[in-house]
């Protein structure tokens, strides 16, 4: 059995395929400006690192993400809510909480047994909490994404940043160094305004243990060490690539669709279900 999950997210694709039950191999790439175009690339990817020759050879794949309507090749469409959930629970049965931060909002989402979502909340409104805040924030500063992670955690005086709007917020870290404040308090500053906004959204949805944060901002980890200062809680790292998560678990529903007598094969000229 050889299955596939495609995320189409607004900063990246990714693509996962699973072969009897287990991770084969992943993709990851930059968005472009069309879902269509991106899920192929980022499938071919995984293909080719799979051993595989096309889509004709796997049995089922779930889109996901934001883009998952415009996968051409998907049996059928799932949110990336159900599916961060379903791969994280995958990886780590203990999971509870599942935080998501990806490239223009931010998720919470409370499971129960089985990854059943219980309940969840996110903010889609604005940009701030998100991937794309944190690289604007490093352009701001002049800096690598990479590099911003790394002088947050050698911070002993965080910079206190009000802004609401990743905008304004721009606005206050260009007079926080104007007004002669150090770059890794500042770079700290913007990692503890974002755990803020996680930590308003995770106790509306209520944190239980074990949590896990999942999307390419789970590896920044200096916004991580910030999350668990202000959740007061131990964050559960995952032993894949966090940033597959959605891809991970849009694989294990394509897998259980199939053991359940519900799937058939791919067209790779039909729209997503």
């Not at 995958?90 to 990806?102: E, F, K, Q, Y």
């Not at 305004?193 to 590896?219: F, H, Q, Y």
């Amino acid at each position: 059995m050889i299955v596939a999950g495609c995320d189409v997210g607004s900063a990246t694709g990714k693509a996962l395929i699973m072969r009897d039950g287990a991770i084969d191999s992943f993709s990851i790439i930059p968005s472009t400006t069309r879902p269509e175009r991106t899920a192929q690339m980022a499938v071919d990817e995984a293909l080719s690192k799979a051993g595989l020759a096309s889509l004709e050879e796997l049995d089922y794949v779930v889109g996901t993400g934001y883009g998952r309507v415009r996968i051409p090749f998907a049996n059928e469409n799932i949110s990336e809510i159900t599916c961060h959930a379903r791969g994280a629970f995958w990886l780590v049965p203990t999971i509870r909480t599942v935080i998501d931060i990806g490239g223009q909002d931010c998720k919470v989402t409370s499971i129960g047994e089985g990854a059943k979502v219980l309940d969840f909340v996110m903010n889609d409104k604005c940009a701030a909490g998100t991937g794309r805040f944190l690289e604007a924030m490093a352009r701001t500063l002049g800096i690598e994404l990479q590099e911003l992670s790394e002088l947050s955690l050698q911070s002993q005086n965080p910079a206190t940043i009000t802004a609401q709007c990743s905008v304004f917020a721009e606005s206050e870290v260009i007079t926080l160094l104007n007004s002669g404040a150090e770059v890794v308090d500042v770079a700290a500053g913007i990692h503890m305004s974002i755990a803020g906004r996680v930590n308003s959204l995770a106790r509306r949805a209520g944190i239980m243990e074990d949590v896990t944060v999942t999307g390419g901002c789970a590896k920044n980890k200096g916004l991580i060490a910030m999350l668990e200062e202000r959740l007061g809680v131990g964050i559960k790292a995952l032993p894949e690539d966090p940033q597959v998560v959605g891809a991970l678990g849009a694989a294990v529903l394509a897998k259980d669709r199939l053991a359940s007598g519900g799937g058939e094969a791919p067209d790779p000229g039909r729209p997503g279900a």
